[in-house]
């Protein structure tokens, strides 16, 4: 990631910025697991706290893209940098939007807990798509802390699965909705996770191509015309 | 927004991009209104053609997220002169997603009238909102175009009334499906809807945001913690 360029003091920041970039990856990659358990068996302790953590994530946006438009004015980035730091911005913002939706996953798991809503089985049903969006988004951060293309290009296809596995979610919710019309209320929160977990899949898919983008300088943005229907 | 810079060559330049913003501000406010016509009136053939759209857009996007790059590697902008492009790229990744939200509401509406569900209650539970998002999606690039910070202030106000009318429509939506179990699938549709549109809220309001930073040099993302919470 860090081709030739024009001095060492520049080298040093982009790796401050990068380790800070990292940093809000763990924090987003904690709040989105401890989001899950609290879905799963209830704590609203730790919810308040991944809803709380969402403001540091927040202010390590503003501070992340504060420092990149710093070392772009004064070191003047040659083409070849300027791409790492355009995808470290880029991969800034779906860092932030992961922890808006993990919050959102907490404020549903406090809610269904707070009236009481047995919710095991409704984990259940997610499960499967919260470990394969987990292990992708860790898979992601990662592959942009090594550059390591390869893998990433490995992961964006992983998007697909998760994707999928939404759907048949989601058929799945309605069914039960339309056969027992007292579950519709929890039916409907486990699918506002669910659509948390599918769109924190995305952004985690994102990260994935900006690494490509920047090793190989090739914006393969929208060039998954069939990945993109997906949601709605 | 043109503070003092280098060169003719750089306003022309700058020009030229923020000319292309508006240009996919345009493309995404029309796609946003035919979408939502499709959704009262069924329209196929015009759903198609706002699907099709959103390919042009990312297009547009990638356009615009490279010509950013290579003004900034030509012209090396001051402090303030980056501040504008920086609000740009941002400006542009808000403008996609509300071409993708546009095209999810397109997709919703097709298969509902493939179906031959009958939509005209629905589109009326969400007309308000839909008119107020127009509006401020509208005004928001009109701020944008017109650098005009004190209109944009005004409008991230406006976000808040459109998420309160979400949450009254979900809560409708959810009395609806408990009554009758037949309308939950249509419910349901209209819930994707409600939710696409509250989400081109929260982009046109990022819009405005960027206004106020690029015109005060004050980063404002985040500290409406209030009007963070909405989304579920």
Redesign the interface.
């Known amino acids: 990631m860090m081709g030739e360029h024009s001095s060492k003091a520049y080298d040093t920041e982009l790796e401050g910025i990068r380790s800070k970039v990292l940093l809000m990856g763990g924090m987003v990659e904690t709040m989105f697991l401890d989001a899950m358990t609290c879905f799963r068996i209830g704590n609203l302790e730790r919810a308040e706290r991944v809803i709380g953590e969402?403001?540091n994530v927040?202010?390590l946006?503003?501070q992340l893209?504060?420092q990149c438009?710093?070392l772009?004015?004064k070191r003047?980035?040659?083409?070849n940098d300027?791409?790492t730091v355009?995808a470290t911005?880029?991969v800034i913002?779906d860092l932030e939007r992961i922890g808006?939706e993990a919050a959102?996953i907490a404020?549903?798991a406090k809610a269904l807990h707070a009236r009481g809503a047995v919710t095991l089985n409704h984990y259940e049903m997610v499960r499967t798509i919260a470990t394969a969006t987990s292990d992708l988004l860790h898979d992601a951060l990662d592959a942009f802390a090594r550059s390591d293309e390869k893998a990433a290009l490995e992961l964006i296809a992983q998007d697909a699965v998760i994707d999928h596995e939404y759907r048949s979610i989601m058929r799945n919710l309605?069914t039960f909705?339309?056969e027992d019309?007292r579950t519709?209320?929890a039916a409907?929160d486990t699918m506002?996770v669910a659509k948390?977990i599918e769109r924190i899949g995305d952004h985690a898919k994102n990260i994935a191509e900006y690494v490509i983008y920047v090793v190989e300088g090739k914006?393969i943005?929208?060039t998954h015309?069939a990945t993109?229907?997906v949601?709605?």
């Open positions: 969402d403001a927040n202010q946006e503003v893209d504060d438009s710093h772009i004015v003047q980035p040659t083409a300027l791409r355009m911005l880029k913002t808006d959102k404020r549903i309605i909705m339309m019309p519709i209320s409907l506002w948390a914006d943005r929208h015309g993109q229907e949601s709605k």
